[in-house]
């Protein structure tokens, strides 16, 4: 008989819901518009209804609910602490509230832990032990796997790679994402344009208002390099820069065998892996940290969230080693 999964993606946009098989196939999924605007108790009601819609008759073949939720939260409390993508969301217990709903065991994880055990247990890193999961998109986030396990901290709330500090021109102290996400590449652009810098990017910035050219800016940007554009390959390149050195002091803390990186700006693909493996090279200790390793983009696109969260159910968590979810899946 199946032992059925129920995988939940909460983002500032959309909220998913699927029912999976134990070798986290989706069967069935569902959407809805999050409108968190509206406050976190809509937003929870219609959590509460879209796994009622996945949810099969009889409770008892359901391993659990997984959730794959922004941070910060606290996955061994599964305490929802105060994302900015969710407005009115402050200490909610949304594990507790859905355990209560449904009554079955409920996993709440940072939506980039949950990116990094699905592409363990079924995309780019798939069989690797010691793996980096970096997303590149609005922000930065991470995930990362040491022994099978994920790395989380007393609270869970380790692994925030994104906001590595760095410290620039004139002792000013940055961080990975400000400098290195698709809104910080927005705004570099903006700020040289403004300076005299000439670009094909002027007409698509000045046609939108600041906050929708920092949603939507580093894909204009990534178009405008791949034809050329000398301001956007510049932005391009210093963002390959800036993450690369990040993955560096990530390589001497945890030596992993593979970084999968994702996200939207990802998918600048060569223009910006180029200078990332540029950078790693000139700047790790010794060719020992990155002869043998390996830097892939992310393949599981958007049902990544979800099957990240079937696989926080078969982990406890992420607590349990990975090769649970392996064996799940030769069986």
Not at 132 to 140: C, D, P, R
């Amino acid at each position: 008989m199946t032992e059925w999964i129920i995988g939940v993606d909460l983002g500032g946009t959309n909220v998913r819901a699927a029912r999976l098989d134990d070798r986290l196939q989706i069967e069935q999924r569902e959407q809805e518009n999050t409108r968190s605007s509206e406050g976190f108790e809509s937003t929870i009601q219609r959590i509460k209804e879209l796994i009622h819609r996945v949810m099969p008759a009889d409770k008892r073949n359901v391993a659990g609910i997984g959730i794959s939720a922004p941070g910060p939260l606290n996955p061994i409390t599964g305490v929802v602490v105060a994302p900015p993508n969710l407005a009115g969301w402050h200490n909610v217990p949304l594990g507790d509230i859905l355990r209560e709903e449904f009554g079955v065991p409920v996993y709440v994880g940072n939506d980039a832990n949950v990116a990094a055990i699905a592409e363990v247990a079924l995309g780019a890193a798939q069989g690797y032990r010691f793996a980096i999961y970096i997303t590149l998109s609005t922000g930065i986030g991470s995930g990362i796997l040491d022994e099978g396990r994920l790395i989380l901290g007393k609270e869970g709330l380790g692994a925030e790679a994104g906001h590595l500090p760095l410290l620039l021109e004139n002792d000013r102290v940055s961080t990975l994402e400000k400098e290195a996400a698709g809104r910080a590449l927005a705004k570099q652009v903006r700020a040289k344009i403004a300076a005299g810098a000439t670009s094909s990017l002027i007409e698509p910035m000045n046609s939108m208002t600041e906050k929708e050219w920092e949603r939507v800016g580093a894909t204009h940007i990534g178009e405008a390099a791949a034809e050329g554009d000398a301001l956007a390959l510049e932005v391009v390149r210093r963002c390959g820069k800036v993450v690369g050195l990040g993955i560096v002091s990530l390589l001497h803390l945890f030596n992993p065998e593979i970084i999968v990186i994702g996200g939207g700006v990802s998918r600048m693909g060569d223009m910006l892996f180029d200078p990332i493996r540029q950078t790693i090279e000139t700047y790790a200790l010794d060719k020992a940290y990155w002869e043998q390793l390996k830097i892939v983009p992310a393949i599981l696109g958007d049902n990544v969230s979800i099957i990240g969260a079937g696989a926080l159910v078969l982990t406890k968590g992420g607590t349990a080693d990975i090769s649970t979810v392996l064996r799940a899946l030769e069986s």
